[in-house]
């Protein structure tokens, strides 16, 4: 099997606009879905919005001129070589890697994480939002997430410490023992509002505290774990590539870490970084909000690890679901089920496509 041609489709952006507190302005999110195919008629595909289309434009040769006639079994080298040895991570390196996971599960027509090696085949799952304007927003999300089977829900809500005390507060009123409560405030906090918000989130008995302030800031990180029982997570900013990733375990700076797999260096890099936190006996807790196939990017990692508890999805449910013809939900009892199809296990609706399209390249 030879990669035979390497295509991307940049889409229309979404009317919504997205943002995860204060600092952040609102934006528009705008997609490229990038395919990869081979002699044999398989089709790898990723869709995501951390590639921007001026990147693609300007990276689309020289990958073309580099995949096409490689064996996409050679994924290990191919993803080394496009990110300096996982030192120079980048989203379209990622978008590649994710694309070759996808062939090689049609190709051995196998779901990716049966070929990673599965360890369940189901994960709980948490709600996650973006930053809403009211704290009565918060909680009409929450109610409308519980009823749609979620038991964990996670809040990015304002960053700023007071406002946040008090959405966190107002959540956990009405959904105290009915779900898991956890806060991100996007690294938006100094050391003392982050130690101020905490106080709060151990008393409410929160799952989580995360990205509380930059993730540079390891000294920060480290009094913060020291401080609190509620496990700390962070180092989901981490643009540097895996080998930033061993000093928040060797310093005690995490509980668990972060990533953002399609950034980092895809399925590959997700499985590095899971396997170093299980020699630290240390949670791994990748993102996964994004498009369908970046959510199930990263469910087929957390489906072959024993240290993750849980996948996150955007909420609203379907707010990233464009293009698709299946796409992810939370079951009635708080869990995904693992995809039967092969590979990512997703179809795309290539009409929904083609309407979303504003260049081929």
Same mark, same amino acid.
């Given at each position: 099997?030879?990669?035979?041609?390497?295509?991307?489709?940049?889409?229309?952006?979404?009317?919504?606009?997205?943002?995860?507190?204060?600092?952040?302005?609102?934006?528009?999110?705008?997609?490229?879905?990038?395919?990869?195919?081979?002699?044999?008629?398989?089709?790898?595909?990723?869709?995501?919005?951390?590639?921007?289309?001026?990147?693609?434009?300007?990276?689309?040769?020289?990958?073309?001129?580099?995949?096409?006639?490689?064996?996409?079994?050679?994924?290990?080298?191919?993803?080394?070589?496009?990110?300096?040895?996982?030192?120079?991570?980048?989203?379209?390196?990622s978008t590649v890697d994710i694309c070759l996971w996808d062939l090689l599960g049609k190709h051995h027509n196998e779901p990716v994480y049966r070929l990673l090696g599965a360890a369940r085949k189901r994960i709980?799952?948490?709600?996650?939002?973006?930053?809403?304007?009211?704290?009565?927003?918060?909680?009409?999300?929450?109610?409308?997430?519980?009823?749609?089977?979620?038991?964990?829900?996670?809040?990015?809500?304002?960053?700023?410490?007071?406002?946040?005390?008090?959405?966190?507060?107002?959540?956990?009123?009405?959904?105290?023992?009915?779900? !898991?409560?956890?806060?991100?405030?996007?690294?938006?906090?100094?050391?003392?509002? +982050? #130690? /101020?918000?905490?106080?709060? $989130?151990? %008393?409410?008995?929160?799952?989580?505290?995360?990205?509380?302030?930059?993730?540079?800031?390891?000294?920060?990180?480290?009094?913060?774990?020291?401080?609190?029982?509620?496990?700390?997570?962070?180092?989901?900013?981490?643009?540097?590539?895996?080998?930033?990733?061993?000093?928040?375990?060797?310093?005690?700076?995490? !509980?668990?870490?972060?990533?953002?797999?399609?950034?980092?260096?895809?399925?590959? +890099? #997700? /499985?590095?970084?899971?396997? $170093?936190? %299980?020699?630290f006996n240390a949670k791994f807790e990748p993102h996964s909000y994004g498009t369908t196939l970046i959510q199930a990017?990263?469910?087929?990692?957390?489906?072959?690890?024993?240290?993750?508890?849980?996948?996150?999805?955007?909420?609203?449910?379907?707010?990233?679901?464009?293009?698709?013809?299946?796409?992810?939900?939370?079951?009635?009892?708080?869990?995904?089920?693992?995809?039967?199809?092969?590979?990512?296990?997703?179809?795309?609706?290539?009409?929904?496509?083609?309407?979303?399209?504003?260049?081929?390249?």
């Amino acid at each position: 099997m030879k990669i035979e041609y390497v295509k991307a489709h940049v889409l229309r952006h979404l009317p919504q606009k997205f943002r995860w507190n204060e600092e952040i302005a609102p934006r528009h999110l705008q997609h490229v879905l990038l395919r990869i195919g081979t002699d044999e008629g398989h089709e790898g595909l990723c869709l995501t919005y951390l590639l921007p289309p001026g990147e693609i434009e300007g990276a689309i040769e020289g990958y073309r001129e580099y995949l096409v006639g490689q064996d996409p079994h050679d994924i290990e080298a191919i993803t080394s070589k496009l990110t300096s040895g996982y030192r120079i991570p980048s989203a379209a390196a990622s978008t590649v890697d994710i694309c070759l996971w996808d062939l090689l599960g049609k190709h051995h027509n196998e779901p990716v994480y049966r070929l990673l090696g599965a360890a369940r085949k189901r994960i709980k799952a948490y709600a996650s939002t973006f930053m809403y304007d009211t704290v009565q927003e918060y909680v009409d999300l929450a109610h409308e997430c519980y009823e749609q089977g979620f038991r964990a829900f996670k809040l990015h809500a304002f960053g700023v410490p007071d406002k946040d005390i008090e959405v966190c507060k107002a959540v956990h009123k009405e959904f105290a023992g009915k779900m !898991d409560l956890m806060l991100d405030p996007v690294n938006a906090y100094d050391r003392l509002g +982050a #130690m /101020k918000v905490g106080k709060v $989130l151990e %008393d409410l008995d929160f799952y989580w505290y995360e990205a509380p302030i930059a993730d540079a800031d390891l000294i920060g990180l480290q009094d913060l774990a020291r401080t609190f029982r509620i496990p700390i997570t962070a180092a989901e900013s981490v643009t540097e590539g895996l080998r930033e990733y061993p000093k928040y375990l060797v310093n005690n700076a995490v !509980d668990s870490v972060r990533t953002v797999g399609d950034w980092i260096g895809g399925i590959s +890099a #997700m /499985k590095k970084i899971a396997a $170093l936190c %299980d020699c630290f006996n240390a949670k791994f807790e990748p993102h996964s909000y994004g498009t369908t196939l970046i959510q199930a990017a990263h469910l087929h990692v957390m489906l072959a690890i024993h240290n993750c508890d849980f996948f996150e999805i955007p909420v609203p449910q379907g707010v990233l679901d464009l293009g698709m013809q299946d796409v992810i939900r939370c079951g009635k009892d708080g869990y995904v089920d693992a995809p039967t199809k092969p590979g990512l296990g997703y179809d795309v609706d290539w009409d929904k496509i083609k309407a979303l399209t504003v260049k081929e390249l």
